[in-house]
């Protein structure tokens, strides 16, 4: 009897979603980056008895280049992040040294936020470094979403042993994601909300990241200004230009 359940299950066809896994991540991403792209935004640390919040203007160019400059508070303005193809680097303006980051570093907080250096950077790419599985479709906060699960590539060089990403059919936004340890333990929470229209992309305009083990400690990053397809100066994405970042 038990052979003919199984068989039974066998003959139950998979369903068939009009776009792979890998297609939807890519359109995700895709719109997050655009060819080039500028943003200012707010990050607020909220710890249980305190919060603090930095300002930043970041400037990206395709998946290769990217750069992020800490405009304050006052004690760590001028700090600037720099991502060019997969090597990171941070310029300290109180040293007036720019130190290249090993991959040790990218699992570690990013000044005292809850987002990793990778987080912040994006060294790994939920489209280059994982493969892609649909597991179901939901609903998100009153929209139709699918459950994606990541899991990453022998070669790649990640923080996370798997993600689950939800994504909306619509407009393809990242509501939410869960981040998961190499043992596949749930660490960390991000969730998206308020989407506004940045040109003619509908985005997140605020995304939370919730670690599960430090009960009422966020990160809040609040994106004021989105600007797609600029026309940005490569020597923006060099160790040699970063101190003099505005």
Not at 69 to 76: D, F, I, Q, T
Not at 136 to 144: F, H, K, S, T
Request: aromatic residues 10%; charged residues 30%; glycine residues 4%.
């Amino acid at each position: 009897m038990k052979k003919i359940f199984y068989l039974l299950i066998l003959l139950i066809p998979l369903k068939e979603y009009s776009q792979s896994a890998l297609e939807i991540i890519e359109k995700a991403d895709a719109k997050m980056r655009g060819a080039s792209s500028y943003s200012e935004m707010s990050i607020t640390i909220v710890r249980p008895k305190w919060q603090k919040t930095m300002t930043m203007k970041n400037w990206s160019q395709g998946n290769d280049y990217a750069v992020s400059l800490v405009v304050s508070p006052a004690k760590e303005k001028g700090s600037v992040f720099l991502k060019r193809k997969n090597e990171v680097w941070n310029y300290l303006p109180s040293l007036e040294r720019t130190i290249k980051l090993p991959p040790s570093m990218m699992t570690q907080s990013f000044m005292g936020t809850d987002l990793t250096n990778d987080d912040l950077v994006k060294q790994s790419s939920m489209v280059v470094d994982y493969t892609h599985k649909i597991l179901i479709e939901e609903n998100i906060r009153g929209l139709d979403c699918w459950k994606l699960e990541l899991m990453p590539t022998e070669e790649a060089t990640v923080v996370w042993g798997k993600l689950i990403v939800w994504i909306d059919k619509e407009d393809y936004m990242q509501l939410k994601v869960e981040f998961y340890d190499e043992d596949e333990e749930l660490v960390n929470l991000m969730q998206g909300y308020e989407a506004k229209m940045y040109g003619d992309k509908k985005l997140l305009s605020k995304i939370e990241f919730i670690p599960l083990e430090d009960e009422g400690n966020k990160t809040i990053i609040e994106y004021n200004v989105w600007e797609f397809d600029k026309d940005i100066p490569s020597n923006y994405f060099t160790t040699q230009y970063v101190s003099r970042l505005k």
